[in-house]
């Protein structure tokens, strides 16, 4: 008898303690739950196995990556209600050891592993990071992580982002607009806060596939060095400049950001390229740009931030984005970032928060994945085509619910007599 849909039910709610908010389908073709919901499909045993020996986010997304469980009807509404059962019940093996006092729990711990079959660890999928945690953000890994997320195919990244080629949050107009507008008017906006003219010298920090250097050279006359630590990124922007015709305005260059020594620039621009800097060296990174710019030069940058934590020295960095996304990467508050880049020497001059444009983005991103499924999973494998589809999908919902944020930070190398540069009037490039 096909039962194995309400066992899991039944077994998932004693283990919980609250009822399951979405329908399940079990490797036997059954199903238990509310008929309107969208549907958790667990393929296979191995799908409890892995949420057994590793429970919480890590688990989930071990099982999500290599096909053990997957999300059928609207996808955000199933993450949705199932991230208060697993993304934010905050458990770690403290919690969970005192979870397991509970006889109810016991129970349930093991009626999943008798359903599960024979509770041997099964081996993480191979587009899992696996490497130490010491020394962070040296020269070396950085590089290392920047090529796990970057390297995997210019092709892959066409399907997702589409002809911008903009690894960013874009700037919308209107929900209805084109993505290729919004990522325009993103660019433009970044160029007209820097009140870019003909002759600068911009430095493009991360400036990923070149948009942004294309961009500020053939619209606005500067000459820019843009600068990435992705090999294939820096081949196809190089590409692209020639395309343009702009290879004596445009130089880009494989190198870190902490070589560039050939200032001072008239503007820099980092456009989410920060949070893979770490809160360790973040300070160094503002100081570095700010030795980097011409007294009165501006800096935009453009950056994903985090709620505050009550209690900063808590805070860790999240195992699915750092296991398979973007490894060693790190969010801060925005009233860190804006404190660090002060005590670098900087003037802060605006902050403009644009938090729901990077749903709308993702949203589209995703809709480039799933109409061209099959190509992508082509490019890169099944595996890592999940890894996207899942953090993508799970950043909307973040986004939305103002979890984490996104912002755009002037700030200026003001001169020591004071004369920023500013108009009166601020956010003029509205």
Request: aromatic share 8%.
């Given at each position: 008898?096909?039962?194995?849909?309400?066992?899991?039910?039944?077994?998932?709610?004693?283990?919980?303690?609250?009822?399951?908010?979405?329908?399940?389908?079990?490797?036997?073709?059954?199903?238990?739950?509310?008929?309107?919901?969208?549907?958790?499909?667990?393929?296979?045993?191995?799908?409890?196995?892995?949420?057994?020996?590793?429970?919480?986010?890590?688990?989930?997304?071990?099982?999500?990556?290599?096909?053990?469980?997957?999300?059928?009807?609207?996808?955000?509404?199933?993450?949705?209600?199932?991230?208060?059962?697993?993304?934010?019940?905050?458990?770690?093996?403290?919690?969970?050891?005192?979870?397991?006092?509970?006889?109810?729990?016991?129970?349930?711990?093991?009626?999943?592993?008798?359903?599960?079959?024979?509770?041997?660890?099964?081996?993480?999928?191979?587009?899992?990071?696996?490497?130490?945690?010491?020394?962070?953000?040296?020269?070396?890994?950085?590089?290392?992580?920047?090529?796990?997320?970057?390297?995997?195919?210019?092709?892959?990244?066409?399907?997702?982002?589409?002809?911008?080629?903009?690894?960013?949050?874009?700037?919308?107009?209107?929900?209805?607009?084109?993505?290729?507008?919004?990522?325009?008017?993103?660019?433009?906006?970044?160029?007209?806060?820097?009140?870019?003219?003909?002759?600068?010298?911009?430095?493009?920090?991360?400036?990923?596939?070149?948009?942004?250097?294309?961009?500020?050279?053939?619209?606005?006359?500067?000459?820019?060095?843009?600068?990435?630590?992705?090999?294939?990124?820096?081949?196809?922007?190089?590409?692209?400049?020639?395309?343009?015709?702009?290879?004596?305005?445009?130089?880009?260059?494989?190198?870190?950001?902490?070589?560039?020594?050939?200032?001072?620039?008239?503007?820099?621009?980092?456009?989410?390229?920060?949070?893979?800097?770490?809160?360790?060296?973040?300070?160094?990174?503002?100081r570095d740009l700010f030795a980097l710019l011409k007294p009165g030069g501006r800096?935009?940058?453009?950056?994903?931030?985090?709620?505050?934590?009550?209690?900063?020295?808590?805070?860790?960095?999240?195992?699915?984005?750092?296991?398979?996304?973007?490894?060693?990467?790190?969010?801060?508050?925005?009233?860190?970032?804006?404190?660090?880049?002060?005590?670098?020497?900087?003037?802060?001059?605006?902050?403009?928060?644009?938090?729901?444009?990077?749903?709308?983005?993702?949203?589209?991103?995703?809709?480039?994945?799933?109409?061209?499924?099959?190509?992508?999973?082509?490019?890169?494998?099944?595996?890592?085509?999940?890894?996207?589809?899942?953090?993508?999908?799970?950043?909307?919902?973040?986004?939305?619910?103002?979890?984490?944020?996104?912002?755009?930070?002037?700030?200026?190398?003001?001169?020591?007599?004071?004369?920023?540069?500013?108009?009166?009037?601020?956010?003029?490039?509205?």
């Amino acid at each position: 008898m096909a039962d194995a849909a309400l066992r899991l039910k039944s077994l998932f709610e004693q283990l919980l303690g609250t009822p399951i908010p979405v329908r399940i389908r079990a490797w036997d073709g059954s199903e238990a739950g509310p008929p309107d919901a969208p549907t958790l499909v667990v393929r296979n045993r191995r799908a409890l196995r892995r949420l057994l020996w590793k429970p919480g986010e890590l688990g989930m997304a071990r099982a999500w990556v290599a096909g053990d469980l997957d999300i059928e009807g609207d996808l955000y509404a199933g993450l949705d209600r199932m991230s208060a059962l697993v993304w934010e019940r905050g458990e770690d093996a403290r919690t969970l050891a005192q979870a397991l006092r509970d006889p109810e729990v016991r129970s349930a711990v093991r009626g999943l592993v008798k359903l599960g079959g024979l509770p041997l660890p099964p081996a993480p999928p191979p587009e899992e990071v696996r490497r130490s945690r010491a020394h962070l953000h040296t020269k070396r890994t950085d590089k290392r992580a920047i090529s796990h997320h970057y390297d995997v195919g210019n092709e892959f990244y066409e399907i997702v982002l589409g002809p911008s080629m903009v690894y960013s949050c874009a700037y919308w107009d209107s929900p209805d607009g084109t993505l290729e507008d919004a990522q325009r008017d993103k660019l433009e906006l970044i160029c007209r806060k820097l009140e870019l003219t003909p002759g600068q010298r911009l430095l493009d920090v991360g400036c990923g596939w070149g948009s942004m250097a294309i961009h500020a050279a053939r619209e606005y006359g500067v000459s820019v060095v843009g600068v990435t630590l992705s090999q294939e990124q820096a081949a196809y922007a190089r590409k692209r400049v020639a395309e343009e015709g702009l290879t004596d305005k445009v130089e880009i260059r494989v190198q870190d950001y902490r070589d560039v020594t050939d200032g001072p620039y008239d503007a820099i621009s980092s456009v989410g390229m920060a949070e893979h800097v770490g809160t360790e060296r973040y300070l160094e990174y503002a100081r570095d740009l700010f030795a980097l710019l011409k007294p009165g030069g501006r800096l935009l940058n453009h950056q994903i931030a985090r709620r505050p934590w009550q209690d900063e020295s808590a805070y860790d960095i999240d195992e699915f984005i750092d296991a398979y996304v973007f490894p060693d990467g790190e969010l801060a508050p925005i009233g860190t970032t804006v404190t660090q880049l002060e005590s670098a020497g900087f003037e802060v001059r605006d902050v403009e928060a644009i938090r729901e444009h990077y749903a709308l983005t993702l949203r589209r991103w995703v809709a480039n994945l799933e109409s061209e499924w099959r190509r992508a999973v082509g490019i890169v494998g099944a595996g890592r085509a999940r890894v996207w589809r899942l953090y993508m999908a799970a950043s909307v919902l973040g986004f939305e619910r103002n979890r984490i944020g996104v912002n755009q930070v002037l700030a200026v190398r003001t001169p020591e007599q004071g004369d920023s540069g500013m108009p009166l009037r601020a956010r003029t490039w509205n």
